[in-house]
């Protein structure tokens, strides 16, 4: 049996101004607060002796090394990223970052914001422009229909509105 696996697709480069904002300020905190504070915890690990045997100095290597291949990760995806700050010239058909409302089958009406696969959350409102969903309602219009599979089966939605403004009853202001 292969332990090959094949290599991820690649994630589009999009990202609104507030996630890139978001990526600045963990990659900060990293190198500010968080990384300076272990290698200190680590340093005094290793001053009490026989490193072989010390749990708070292999620990403490073991989350210097994650905590810096974080901070490489964030730096190169900050460099590749493209910030989208502007509303596409038509507003009435869905691209990167639209507030999309949709209505269900059942009648019931879901808001939905496309945004970089960086900054999806599913705590949040926010959906990956990468994912299906997504896809399915690229493009489309208010009154259009849509459609796609998964795993319960195929959904069937409809495109109630549009926006490209930040909603004043936003759930996500404290983020």
Do not use: H
Request: net charge positive; aromatic share 10%.
């Amino acid at each position: 049996m292969s332990r090959y696996r094949p290599p991820a697709a690649k994630s589009s480069p999009y990202i609104t101004p507030d996630g890139y904002a978001r990526l600045q300020a963990e990659l900060k905190a990293l190198w500010k607060v968080t990384r300076p504070e272990v290698t200190r915890k680590v340093s005094e690990a290793a001053a009490m002796g026989d490193r072989s045997e010390n749990a708070e100095y292999i620990y403490g290597k073991r989350q210097l090394r994650e905590i810096d291949g974080r901070i490489r990760f964030l730096s190169k995806r900050l460099d590749a990223l493209t910030v989208v700050d502007r509303a596409p010239k038509d507003r009435t058909r869905i691209f990167f970052g639209a507030w999309v409302t949709i209505k269900d089958a059942d009648g019931a009406n879901q808001r939905y914001r496309l945004v970089g696969p960086d900054e999806f959350d599913d705590a949040t409102e926010y959906i990956s422009i990468d994912s299906p969903m997504a896809r399915a309602l690229l493009k489309k219009q208010t009154g259009d229909e849509i459609r796609f599979s998964r795993d319960q089966g195929e959904r069937v939605f409809r495109v109630v509105e549009i926006s490209y403004d930040e909603p004043t009853d936003s759930r996500d202001q404290s983020v």
